[in-house]
T-cell receptor, first 114, second 109 residues
Framework: ETGVTQSPTHLIKTRGQQVTLRCSSQ?????VSWYQQALGQGPQFIFQ???????GRGNFPPRFSGLQFPNYSSELNVNALELDDSALYLC?????????????FGPGTRLTVT | EDQVTQSPEALRLQEGESSSLNCSYT??????LFWYRQDPGKGPEFLFT???AGEEKEKERLKATLTKKESFLHITAPKPEDSATYLC??????????FGQGTTLQVKP
């Protein structure tokens, strides 16, 4: 167990809807990153937060947004869902000394957009 | 554009048959290379961080090495429980983390 939890486990949404995914990091981990993983592919970096500020972003449109809270929880929000958004969404936390070093991943949320 | 390519895509080994997985990268300034293991239905599990060419890290049956163009994950005398998808990821001067597509390893008893 990594100590990182995500909710919900599975989610089905309709194209055009909005979704919020949640992550609870390990206590003391100031950095959280979110990834999208399509079936059979490696994860793709969405963005990273450090101490509640966005600290880097991958090649995802602005309809992907996030928040990090002081209690080591975070959210990924996706607006105007598209069919291609169907994927496993992973969050990962780390101490933050080096942005991506020794990340602990949660089990993921499987999002299906119909 | 930064790129990370892993080979082979899939690898089948007999228990005890050693082999290596490759991760080739083209990036604008390497700041770190990471290896992860991912079991089906789970998030990736951190294995190693490598920062500079010539660096090596070892853990049980796994050994990771790094050159200026590629990294290898050597698996010595694998066991069936080593079966998983192995992912490498590169952190570059662009400030992004890029994963390869992974190598799925199956070790048969």
């Amino acid at each position: 167990e990594t100590g990182v939890t995500q909710s919900p486990t599975h989610l089905i949404k309709t194209r055009g809807q909005q979704v919020t995914l949640r992550c609870s990091s390990q206590s003391g981990h100031n950095t959280v990153s979110w990834y999208q993983q399509a079936l059979g592919q490696g994860p793709q970096f969405i963005f990273q937060y450090y101490r509640e500020e966005e600290n880097g972003r991958g090649n995802f449109p602005p309809r992907f947004s996030g928040l990090q809270f002081p209690n080591y929880s975070s959210e990924l929000n996706v607006n105007a869902l598209e069919l291609d958004d169907s994927a496993l969404y992973l969050c990962a936390s780390s101490l933050g000394d080096s942005p991506f070093d020794e990340q602990y991943f949660g089990p993921g949320t499987r999002l299906t957009v119909t | 554009e930064d790129q990370v390519t892993q080979s082979p895509e899939a690898l089948r080994l007999q228990e005890g048959e050693s082999s290596s997985l490759n991760c080739s990268y083209t990036v604008s300034g390497l700041r770190g290379l990471f290896w992860y293991r991912q079991d089906p239905g789970k998030g990736p599990e951190f294995l190693f961080t490598l920062y500079s060419a010539g660096e090596e890290k070892e853990k049980e049956r796994l050994k990771a090495t790094l050159t200026k163009k590629e990294s290898f994950l050597h698996i010595t005398a694998p066991k069936p429980e080593d079966s998983a998808t192995y992912l490498c990821a590169v952190y570059s001067n662009t400030g992004k983390l890029i994963f390869g597509q992974g190598t799925t390893l199956q070790v048969k008893p």
